[in-house]
């Protein structure tokens, strides 16, 4: 009779979740309306600070099945020259953000609010990894359409029953993607999705994407567990060590047990990430609502796990290797930050000032150890676990809020509590697009390598640009530091002169070839790099490169002259 009865539960909340199963692993639940952040502000870039441093939700496979029917899915290739994986560079990964607001006829009335997230392959990594590349690209044009389909079917319901909408939001769409780990040999992914479609709450589940970086096929259980007898009872023995016996369904071994053996439509949700397998378990999934949600981490070389001979070696991430793994706010993630061979409660959280739904505090916690930041303000925060290549564990916590600003936080977890290391002006950088009718607006490239990490900041020599470099954690500090004497400047800024302007010529390297030259009135100067002290090198329309001293605030001198009465049409922001 129990498990009948579990069997009932979990059918009756599939019907209730409908979520994008990326890798037919799945898990459902309901967020409490105030853990749902708005998402309003502007996406901030960084100011230089441092000058060098009730609705249907679906969870099986069909869904997908069902959104790309009549859809003809790319063709995956046959992949690239054979070359020693050892020598590739690690895919990198860009996400891109749909930002979803439908209105009524009116324009005034807000019938659907949210957002999807899509990941891709940057376009050196699609030639290194093309056939990961196109399964990426597969799915998510399958989740991008199940979205689309999902805000007509709101408009629907809309039109029939306005009443049924949020006053102020309307019905709500999200979708949040976390790469957890990403390298030569795996790229692994979570989302969390969560849906408002009338009554008194939304629902949300967890789903997971986790591929081969060689072939580009989805990756099993079996791939990487060599017992799911063994696995299921490491599962259900690391959630009673964390929490009372009380605090689940009393057929919550079963449930495991039935997920772990994928028993007709139920599996596991996990991801791989760089210090083991993390399970995610939802609301009513193993536990009653007022429960939360769940999520256990099996370490990969945890006396435990060795003991059972639990994991393969096919997919353990490379020794001596540094990662970076996305955590979403307010759900507990476990890692062995002080490296004792067990894992550590990590939490973010932070309040929001119902009055102007700004961010106004933060605290971040290592199991009982607390560190709170109640001095800020900002309309986003989106933290990352870092793992530097000696085993080290720190956190950056980005703090987005408007005027274009962004504060990186920086703890070190290494101890076993945290301990904050201060801030830096420095983000993941953002990557526009122009297309019109374009489904997302921007990209943003994901760091997901603590050795090789492209961080952007922000400019205002010569006007306003955000510039990048890449940075590496040090030996001794989870502060970022780079080896580029330059930063390049991430979008085109090209500035008519008006005035001949007397300049250095220089090569690649920034070594002066030419002492003097006068560049005549008229000329065009597309600016790609900067010291961010006092030195812009553009590009000339001859492919020569100019060199300009700039000094001063407000107004700017370039080599000498004003610039505002040299240069047509500079800007900056305020």
Known sequence: MKREKKRCIIAILCALLLILSMAA??????????????????????????????????????????????????????????????????????LGSMYIRETDDSGEVVYVSGSHDTIRLSEESQAVYPQLAAAVENKMDAETRQVKKEIEEFAGYYQEDPSTADPDKGYEITDQLFIRRADRRVLSALKYSYRYSGGAHGYFGYSCLNLDAETGEEISLDDVIVDRGALSEQIQAELLKKYDEDTFFDYMPETIEDEAMEEGDLSLTWTLDPQGLTFYFAPYEIAP???????VTLLYDSAQSTDTNLFTDKYRPEEGEGYICGISPFTDCYADVDQDGETDRVYIGYTVDPETDSIREMSVEVNNETFSIDEMYCYRVEPVMVTAGDGRVFLYAWCRSDNDFVNMYMFDLSLGSPVSMGTMALSEVYMYIEE??????????????????????????????????????SDNSPVPVSDEPYYRIVRDTTLTSVKDIPAQIVDEEGNVIESARVIPAGSTYKLYRTDGLNIVDALLEDGSNARLLVTGTYPQKVNGMDAEEVFEQLFYAG
């Open 436 to 473: 019109e009718e374009a489904d997302y607006s921007s990209y943003k490239r994901l760091i997901t390598d603590s050795d090789h990490m492209l961080l952007s900041t922000r400019y205002d020599l010569l006007s306003t640009y955000d510039v990048e470099k890449e940075y590496y954690i």
């Open 289 to 295: 609502n007022a429960s939360g949600a769940f999520q």
């Open 25 to 94: 692993c799945s898990g459902e639940g309901v967020l409490p309306d105030e853990m749902i952040q708005s998402d309003s502000g502007e996406q901030s870039t960084a100011k230089a600070a441092d000058k060098d441093s009730a609705g249907d939700l679906d969870t099986s496979e069909s869904t997908q099945a069902a959104a790309s029917q009549g859809d003809t899915e790319k063709e995956m290739p046959s992949g690239s020259e054979e070359q020693d994986s050892a020598d590739r560079i690690r895919p990198a990964i860009e």
